[in-house]
C-alpha cells in the first residue's frame, strides 16, 4: 500500500505509527492486526508467513510429535488437556492466536508425550524454556491469567550479556523492565565459575521484589561500563541502577560479599556512586573545571555566584562559545564573588532534580542563596555578562561597573546608531 496516496491517509495514520516500510499480519478478517517480526529477507517472509499460515497450535499426539514440536531452544507453551473443557480449550485458542507471533503453541490430551514433567488430571498450562527450572505449569485458564503467567515465566532470572545473539532479547528486557537494575560483570574466561551459582541464588531471592539481575562479560559490555564511567580492570564489579536513577558500586567484589552488599543497598546504608572525571590537579585557569565529586563543593557551596557552563567535546557550538566563555571569566577576574566554571556533561553525573540539560553547551547561574538561572539568549559575551549581573546575589564591585558592566550599554548604543 503506498501511504502517500491521499485515499490511503487514514489506513497510513492506523497501521504506520512507526514509520514505513511496516509490515502487518492480519487475521480474522482484520480483528487481529500483529506487527511483522521477521526478517526482511525474501526467504525470511516466506518461512513467517508459512509458519504462521496455519494452526496457532498444533496437536502433539506422540513422543515423536513432542521430539519434532518442542525446540529446546526456544520457550514453547503446551495446553495439557486430559478432561475435556470446552471454555478453557477455546481460552487457550484465544491465547494462542493472540501470542502466536511471539511463542510456539502445541497442545496435547496427555502430558506423558512431553519431555519434562509430571503427568496431571485437570488441564495445565505447561512451559517449556531453555533456562532456571527448564518448565512451569499453570492451572487458571482465564486469558489475562495465562498472559501474565507466560510473561512472567518466559523471562530468566538473570540476563546473560554475552555475545550469544539468543540472549540479546533477554538483555533488552532487562533494561526495560521496571525496578532496580542490579549488574554484576566478570570476566567470563576467569571469574564465571566462581561466581554464577551464588548469583544466580542471589537473583532467585529477589523474584518478584522490583528487582532485576544481569551477568555481563566484562569485555562484552565494555561500552556499558565506560558508560557508568567504570571499566574492565575494576571486574569483578556490582553496580545497582536504582529506580531513582542513583547508582550504586562495589569493584573488586568476592562471590561470598554479594548477598550483604545489595543487603546494605536495599536498607539504604550505601554511599551512592558518581561517574565523575578525575579532579584536576591544577585548576587555574580563569574558566574553572568542575566534575561531579566537586560540584557541591565548587558550586553549591562555594559561597559565590556562579555561571556553569554544560559542554560536551566535539560539540561544534561549545568549541565556537569556548573563547567568548574565556573572555567572560577575565572579565570578572577581579570579582571575587563570581565564579566561571564548566562541567563536561557526559563525562559527569549530572544532577537531574537541579539541571534541566537537553543539549550542549547549557548554561546556568546559580546564586549564592542556592537559585537556578538558565541562560535563554545569544551567547555573545555582552548578554552572558548582563545574563550573570541581574541573576546575581552578590552586589557587583564599583570598577566593574565602569568598565565591563558597561559592555552591553556600549552594544545598546551601537545598535541605536545602526537604527538612526
Known amino acids: 500500500?503506498?501511504?502517500?496516496?491521499?485515499?490511503?491517509?487514514?489506513?497510513?495514520?492506523?497501521?504506520?505509527?512507526?514509520?514505513?516500510?511496516?509490515?502487518?499480519?492480519?487475521?480474522?478478517?482484520?480483528?487481529?492486526?500483529?506487527?511483522?517480526?521477521?526478517?526482511?529477507?525474501?526467504?525470511?517472509i516466506i518461512s513467517y508467513l508459512k509458519k504462521h499460515a496455519g494452526p496457532a497450535s498444533l496437536e502433539i499426539k506422540s513422543k515423536e510429535d513432542a521430539a519434532s514440536l518442542i525446540d529446546e531452544k526456544k520457550i514453547v507453551v503446551?495446553?495439557?488437556?486430559?478432561?475435556?473443557?470446552?471454555?478453557?480449550?477455546?481460552?487457550?485458542?484465544?491465547?494462542?492466536?493472540?501470542?502466536r507471533v511471539d511463542y510456539d503453541f502445541v497442545h496435547t490430551l496427555d502430558a506423558k508425550f512431553l519431555p519434562r514433567g509430571g503427568p496431571v488430571d485437570k488441564p495445565t498450562i505447561r512451559l517449556f524454556k531453555p533456562f532456571d527450572?527448564?518448565?512451569?505449569?499453570?492451572?487458571?485458564?482465564?486469558?489475562?491469567?495465562?498472559?501474565n503467567f507466560i510473561e512472567e515465566t518466559s523471562v530468566p532470572i538473570m540476563a546473560i550479556l554475552d555475545d550469544k545473539p539468543e540472549n540479546q532479547a533477554f538483555v533488552n528486557h532487562f533494561l526495560h523492565s521496571p525496578g532496580d537494575k542490579v549488574?554484576?560483570?566478570?570476566?567470563?574466561?576467569?571469574?564465571?565459575?566462581?561466581?554464577?551459582?551464588?548469583?544466580?541464588?542471589l537473583a532467585a531471592s529477589y523474584k518478584g521484589k522490583e528487582a532485576n539481575f544481569l551477568l555481563g562479560d566484562a569485555e562484552t559490555g565494555k561500552r556499558a561500563l565506560e558508560y557508568f564511567g567504570l571499566n574492565t580492570d575494576q571486574v569483578p564489579l556490582i553496580f545497582v541502577l536504582a529506580m531513582d536513577g542513583t547508582k550504586y558500586v562495589q569493584r573488586h567484589v568476592q562471590p561470598d560479599s554479594l548477598a550483604a552488599?545489595?543487603?546494605?543497598?536495599?536498607?539504604?546504608?550505601?554511599?551512592?556512586?558518581?561517574?565523575s572525571q578525575?579532579?584536576?590537579?591544577?585548576?587555574?585557569?580563569?574558566?574553572?573545571?568542575?566534575?561531579?565529586?566537586?560540584?557541591?563543593?565548587?558550586?553549591?557551596n562555594s559561597g559565590k555566584d556562579v555561571l556553569l557552563e554544560f559542554y560536551r567535546l566535539g560539540c561544534k557550538y561549545c568549541e565556537e562559545f569556548a573563547p567568548v566563555l574565556d573572555e567572560i571569566a577575565l572579565s570578572f577576574e577581579n570579582d571575587a564573588d563570581v565564579l566561571i566554571a564548566k562541567i563536561d556533561g557526559t563525562e559527569n553525573d549530572i544532577p537531574r532534580e537541579r539541571f534541566e540539560v537537553q543539549g550542549f553547551p547549557t548554561l546556568y547561574m546559580i546564586s549564592t542563596a542556592g537559585s537556578l538561572s538558565r541562560f535563554e539568549g545569544n551567547r555573545t559575551k555582552e548578554a552572558v555578562i548582563e545574563f550573570i549581573q541581574t541573576n546575581r546575589d552578590t552586589p557587583a564591585p564599583s570598577d566593574f561597573a565602569k568598565s565591563d558592566l558597561t559592555v552591553s550599554e556600549h552594544a545598546q548604543t551601537d545598535s541605536m546608531k545602526d537604527e538612526l
Open 278 to 300: 578525575p579532579i584536576p590537579e591544577v585548576n587555574n585557569e580563569p574558566v574553572k573545571v568542575v566534575v561531579a565529586e566537586t560540584l557541591e563543593d565548587m558550586v553549591f
Open 133 to 147: 527450572e527448564l518448565y512451569a505449569d499453570f492451572e487458571d485458564f482465564q486469558v489475562e491469567a495465562m498472559q
Open 183 to 201: 549488574f554484576l560483570f566478570l570476566n567470563f574466561t576467569t571469574d564465571l565459575d566462581h561466581f554464577k551459582s551464588k548469583y544466580y541464588d
Open 261 to 275: 552488599w545489595l543487603k546494605d543497598f536495599k536498607d539504604g546504608k550505601l554511599k551512592p556512586y558518581l561517574k
Open 1 to 44: 500500500m503506498d501511504t502517500t496516496v491521499p485515499e490511503n491517509a487514514e489506513l497510513a495514520r492506523n497501521y504506520t505509527h512507526n514509520g514505513v516500510p511496516s509490515i502487518k499480519i492480519f487475521r480474522n478478517g482484520g480483528k487481529t492486526v500483529h506487527d511483522y517480526k521477521g526478517t526482511r529477507e525474501t526467504d525470511g
Open 78 to 99: 503446551v495446553g495439557i488437556f486430559p478432561e475435556l473443557c470446552l471454555e478453557k480449550i477455546m481460552n487457550f485458542t484465544v491465547l494462542a492466536e493472540d501470542l
